[in-house]
């Protein structure tokens, strides 16, 4: 009898023992398995065919722009020939440009309709006279670098060498630099149209981005300079450098974008005395505290009205010439 019981128990071990080896539950935890993976893959930003694409995406875009004149981006204009002021954009190349961009493939249309309205608002703005684009000078917008690539320029098999990195998916496609390996990163973005990878956005042709690279002509702020010293001018005060050796510092009035008073002071971080407490015997001379000039911009030059001319014309002629001129030119860096 207890032989009998001890076989049962034995049967019902081994049946239970056996239940829990069932093929049908093991492919019900790799089911859970499986779907688990399959949710981690739909959340996957990416895919490495992805990947793929986007490096050849990205190499065929700079193949691109190194053939004919595809690495310039805007073409000025001249009125006349010897003007040495461009007046905007010749309108008829810019718009060749626009078709090459868009026979290329390579570029989406949103890319294009903001390169568009980049050079529509920078034609505009030098219409008006906002921004001033001297012929042999670099453009009154950017970093003074090539937009394409944020340098100057692209080391010999460039193409070799570049690689693509840090890929996140965003809601309109997909964000990522590339680089080729010396301190040079530069943003990317692409979206897919009619199932093929196109660029979208490039860090060069930001719209705000560009647009708040802009130096204004008819806003005193910034640099300008005579060849003998630099104004350095913000919204509440002056700086004179000379030479990067010696700077005096004034406050001014603001009366306007384009006008303010500068204020005498003798406020200085200098290697040298500049002369400007010298009285050269006259009565009326620049006093700490009230108004010394009145500078005004018009058509992209700053003028100066010196309170003092007698002064002025005494400094100017017994200590050093061209520090105090009637105008200075703006400077870009």
């Keep these: 009898m207890k032989t009998e019981i001890?076989?049962?128990?034995?049967?019902?071990?081994?049946i239970i023992i056996l239940g829990g080896c069932n093929p049908n539950s093991k492919s019900k935890h790799s089911a859970r398995q499986e779907g688990a993976i399959a949710v981690q893959k739909k959340a996957m930003p990416y895919s490495s065919q992805d990947s793929i694409a986007l490096l050849q995406l990205t190499k065929n875009l700079y193949k691109w722009n190194q053939r004919d004149d595809n690495d310039d981006y805007f073409s000025p204009l001249l009125k006349e020939k010897n003007d040495t002021a461009y007046v905007g954009f010749d309108m008829k190349l810019h718009k060749q440009k626009l078709q090459k961009i868009r026979g290329s493939g390579l570029f989406s249309e949103t890319?294009?309709?903001s390169y568009n309205k980049i050079a529509m608002t920078i034609d505009a703005k030098m219409k008006d006279g906002t921004l001033r684009w001297k012929t042999g000078e670099l453009p009154p917008f950017g970093n003074g670098a090539n937009l394409w690539c944020n340098c100057q320029d692209v080391p010999?098999?460039?193409?070799?060498k570049l690689y693509i990195m840090h890929l996140r998916e965003e809601k309109d496609g997909i964000f990522y630099n590339w680089a080729w390996g010396e301190d040079i990163v530069y943003n990317l973005k692409a979206l897919k149209e009619n199932n093929q990878w196109k660029i979208s956005e490039m860090e060069g042709f930001d719209y705000n981005s560009l647009v708040s690279t802009?130096?204004?002509?008819?806003?005193?702020t910034g640099k300008w300079?005579?060849?003998?010293v630099t104004?350095?001018?913000?919204?509440?005060?002056?700086?004179?450098e000379y030479h990067g050796q010696c700077v005096?510092?004034?406050?001014?009035?603001?009366?306007?974008n384009t006008e303010f008073e500068m204020i005498w002071a003798r406020d200085m971080d200098c290697k040298f005395d500049n002369g400007t407490k010298e009285t050269f015997g006259l009565k009326e001379t620049p006093k700490p505290g009230k108004p010394f000039a009145k500078f005004n911009i018009k058509k992209g030059t700053l003028y100066a009205e010196y309170y003092y001319a007698e002064w002025v014309k005494r400094y100017?002629?017994?200590?050093?010439?061209n520090v105090f001129t009637p105008e200075y030119s703006r400077k870009n860096d």
């Design 156 to 160: 010999d098999d460039f193409l070799s």
């Design 316 to 321: 100017t002629a017994q200590i050093q010439e």
């Design 214 to 220: 802009f130096q204004n002509q008819n806003d005193f």
């Design 225 to 228: 300079a005579n060849g003998m």
């Design 248 to 256: 005096y510092f004034y406050p001014i009035k603001k009366i306007s």
């Design 111 to 113: 890319f294009i309709s």
């Design 231 to 240: 104004l350095n001018i913000g919204e509440t005060s002056l700086a004179f």
């Design 6 to 14: 001890k076989s049962l128990a034995l049967t019902i071990i081994i």
